[in-house]
């Protein structure tokens, strides 16, 4: 299976990578911030996009927004993955398109059920 993850911090692009690995993804795909996510996007279309909330150039707000707004990505599962408690901004990312939500600090076991909620874990 597939997955994209986006973060501007590469250290936990590579975390979130090898958990995704042991939990049996075998193809992980990383970008630096949405605008990249969304090229990438193009080529090749995931099962599944851990989303950071907080980057540079295109954050997770308006990454999942932009996706959205295209037929093709809707059977992408979106699960944002950030260091945001505030539940106004878990509300703006359900509202945006996410599927699911993670607070950081995490480990393979909430991504693990996360993914089992969202059905592709």
């Keep these: ?7 501007d911090s590469r250290s ?9 690995s042991e939990l049996g993804y075998d193809e992980i795909d990383e970008a630096e911030h949405g605008e990249e996510a969304l090229s990438k ?3 090749e279309i995931p099962q599944v996009a ?3 909330w907080n980057m540079p150039v295109m954050g997770g707000q ?21 260091s945001e408690t505030n539940p106004r901004i878990i509300y703006e990312a359900l509202k945006a398109g996410a599927d699911e939500y993670a607070m950081k600090p995490l480990d393979s076991g909430v991504i693990s059920d996360k993914l089992q909620i969202l059905g592709v874990g």
């Design 50 to 52: 851990l989303v950071d």
């Design 41 to 43: 996007l193009a080529s």
């Design 1 to 7: 299976m597939r997955v994209l993850i986006v973060d």
């Design 62 to 82: 308006e990454f999942i927004a932009a996706m959205r707004e295209h037929r093709d990505y809707d059977k992408v599962k979106v699960l944002v993955v950030t």
């Design 12 to 20: 936990m692009r590579r975390i979130l990578g090898r958990m995704m």
